[in-house]
Each structure stands twice: as structure tokens, then as C-alpha cells.
């Protein structure tokens, strides 16, 4: 892995590293979240804040699927920017499912919808961030859609039982 040297007053460095730290993270994924946002907005990216939340986007910036899907959404709505943060619980609850490989992210203003295939079945998750505690999982069987709803916990779980 490559490095880059930064070369900053002391002042600098111990301010950041503090706020940092606050944040729960190293100065090295402070710098790698700056360069992804960078890469993927087309722009100077974000403000990180103490009394925000821990942000850690390391592994889902490195999601090829996810960076399609970001480029889909900027190209079809005309944005510059997404909230890449309000798909996090739902990237997190299907990271067990180890399905990235095939799988398809369709970024909507409301909701991110995910088709991949899961012990070489097809399915289609719909999270919807207003309601962000629920999954809706859909899978053809015998040639009938059947749905189920499940909280985020319990989606590979649900997925089994089909």
C-alpha cells in the first residue's frame, strides 16, 4: 500500500489528531475518508464533526457496487451529492451475507434497493430510510413474488427461511 507524507505545523497536527480521536479515528483513515470523498463528489467532500456521530466508510467507499450506484444516482438526478451515511445500517446488516461480489445498488432519494444473489437464489432488499429499522426482502419462488419485511438484525435470518 502506497504512502503519503503531510508535512504540517505541530499545532496543526495535535488539533487534529485530538479531534480525531474524538471521532474515532486515526489520522490516516481521517486522510483516506477525505480522498475517497474527494474522488467520488468531484469536489472538496465533507466537515467531520465532534458532536456528529463516529463516521467509519472505510470498507463501504471501497464497495465497487456502491460507487456505481453513487455515480447512477449524481448522473440521473443531476446532484452533486448523497448522503452516503443514511445507507450505513443497512450496508452493515447485510455485510454477513457476503454477497458483494453480484450484487446491484440502486440509490433513490428515499431509499436504497439492493439485488443479489444469496446461496444462489435472486433476491431484492428495499431499505427505506425513513423507516430505518426495516428491510423488505423479495425472492421469486415457483413463480410467485413473495415479500417479507424484517428488521435490519435479522435479514440474513429471514433470507434463510425462504
Known amino acids: 500500500m502506497p504512502t503519503i507524507q503531510v508535512r504540517t505545523?505541530?499545532?496543526t497536527k495535535t488539533a487534529s489528531m485530538a479531534l480525531f480521536e474524538q471521532l474515532g479515528i486515526t489520522m490516516s483513515d481521517a486522510?483516506?475518508?477525505f480522498l475517497r470523498q474527494t474522488i467520488l463528489r468531484g469536489e472538496i467532500p465533507f466537515t467531520l464533526s465532534v458532536s456528529g456521530r463516529q463516521y467509519n466508510n472505510d470498507e463501504f467507499i471501497e464497495n465497487e457496487a456502491l460507487i456505481e450506484a453513487l455515480r447512477r444516482y449524481k448522473a440521473v438526478n443531476n446532484k452533486i451529492?448523497?448522503?452516503?451515511?443514511?445507507?450505513e445500517p443497512f450496508l452493515q446488516a447485510i455485510e454477513s451475507l457476503d454477497a458483494y461480489k453480484n450484487m446491484r445498488i440502486t440509490l433513490q432519494k428515499k431509499a436504497v434497493k439492493i439485488k443479489l444473489q444469496y446461496k444462489n437464489k435472486d433476491y431484492v432488499l428495499d431499505y427505506n430510510y425513513e423507516e430505518p429499522d426495516t428491510v423488505f426482502i423479495l425472492h421469486r419462488k415457483n413463480?410467485?413474488?413473495i415479500v417479507k419485511d424484517c428488521k435490519l438484525a435479522s435479514i440474513?435470518?429471514?433470507?434463510?427461511?425462504?
Open 9 to 11: 505545523d505541530d499545532q
Open 143 to 145: 413463480g410467485k413474488l
Open 81 to 87: 451529492d448523497f448522503d452516503i451515511s443514511k445507507t
Open 156 to 162: 440474513k435470518k429471514t433470507m434463510e427461511k425462504f
Open 31 to 33: 486522510i483516506n475518508l
